[in-house]
């Protein structure tokens, strides 16, 4: 039976998103449904799947909650709409925030520290000087980037996760793009295993994706990884119960003059990180972690990000690596789940001790 996917932008009505449930899997109509539904949020496209066994009523009710819940994180956690607790801190250099936002803040913040500032969540002015939050593109000049770059240490935020308040000095501001939609799958995942959901793929956009359980018929989920030089996918990830987070060049850039300026950037010049790295993907059981670590991971490059892996085992984080030449470096772990798609068997992969 085919599926209606729904394609909505945030305020059309709710229903419209949610209008999805239809029953799967021969014989067992009755006992399990699949959910889908599609939504824009975040500035991107989310498909949200899962199967369960409530009553349909019930199970539209938990695919209600979940789209409520992203509409309320980016209601809160946007950059450019005013009213966002984010909006709020940067205008105004302090900012009262709900839970949600001073957790992600200070999981964030600590991801921070960790990667030695390669992940910075202080970098927007940069971001915005390059044009990467409005489209109008353009290359800031060596003074420019000096300044901009100098402006970047997310140090400088304060963030008290007890009374919910946060404070950043004047000129600088905070961009959580790096990490909210991991963090977003996080929140979801959890809200599907309250509700006993066991199987579940939420697709949360530019390669952000959170896994529940395994698929219904109880074989791993399979997740794409995109050539980051071309059109097709590299290979295939196999998850269950996990988060995965892919950041590349190939995914927001502009060209000018002949040059190729990607939206990751390097805290510490303030420009576009040039690692010799094409893509990193992170899998791990924290979907801001993968999120945030394969930007930060991005900037490292592969010897520094191989180096931050073994010294960081808690994490219990799996990566695949590509370079400029097309080469894939991937960790052990990942290595017993990844497999090259059809036309990249050529590919030289390397396993990293
Ligand atoms: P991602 O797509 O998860 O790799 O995140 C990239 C986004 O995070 C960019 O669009 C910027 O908004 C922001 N960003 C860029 N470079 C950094 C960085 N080094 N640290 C933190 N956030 C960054
Ligand atoms: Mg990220």
Redesign the pocket.
């Known amino acids: 039976m085919a599926f209606r996917a729904n394609y909505v932008k945030k305020g059309l009505a709710l229903a419209l998103a949610l209008a999805t449930a239809l029953p799967l899997l021969g014989g067992c109509a009755s006992q399990n449904k699949k959910m889908e539904t599609s939504i824009f949020a975040m500035d991107t496209v989310m498909n949200l799947t899962f199967y369960g066994v409530d009553p349909e009523a019930a199970l539209k009710g938990v695919q209600e909650e979940l789209v409520a819940e992203i509409y309320s994180l980016e209601d809160k956690l946007s950059t450019t709409e005013e009213g966002s607790e984010l909006y709020a801190l940067n205008e105004q250099g302090q900012a009262s925030l709900s839970p949600e936002t001073a957790e992600l803040l200070t999981q964030a913040l600590e991801l ?1 520290e960790l990667t030695h500032g ?4 202080t ?2 002015p940069a ?1 915005l000087a390059w044009g ?2 409005t489209g109008d593109y353009r290359v800031p000049d060596q003074a420019e980037l000096e300044q901009l770059a100098a402006g970047i240490d997310y140090t400088q935020l304060d963030v008290d996760p007890e009374r919910c308040t946060a404070r950043i000095p004047q000129g600088m501001a905070v ?1 959580l ?3 909210t ?2 963090y977003a799958g996080d929140r979801l995942a959890r809200q599907l295993e309250q509700a006993n959901i066991t199987s579940a793929l939420l697709d949360l956009g ?3 994706i959170r896994v529940v359980g395994s698929k219904p018929d109880g074989s791993p989920w399979r997740i794409a990884v995109q050539d980051p030089a071309g059109e097709g996918y590299l290979g295939v990830v196999e998850l269950t119960d996990l988060a995965v ?1 892919t ?1 590349g060049g190939y ?2 850039f502009f060209e000018q003059d002949g040059e190729t300026y990607w ?5 510490d010049t303030a420009a576009p ?1 040039r690692s010799g790295l094409t893509s990193v993907t992170v899998v791990g059981p924290s979907g801001l972690v993968c ?2 670590l ?3 991971l ?2 490292m490059g592969l010897e520094e990000g191989t180096r931050f892996w073994r010294s960081h085992p808690e994490l219990e984080v799996e990566l695949l690596f590509v370079t400029e030449d097309g080469t894939l470096y991937v960790t052990p772990g990942m290595d017993g789940m990844f497999s090259l798609a059809q036309g990249y068997e050529d590919r030289e992969v390397q396993v990293l001790q």
């Open positions: 921070c390669a992940l910075d969540i970098a927007y971001v990467f939050t961009d793009g790096a990490v939609k991991g530019q390669s952000t987070g950041s995914q927001r939206h990751i950037l390097d805290p990180a999120d945030g394969s930007t930060a991005f900037v």
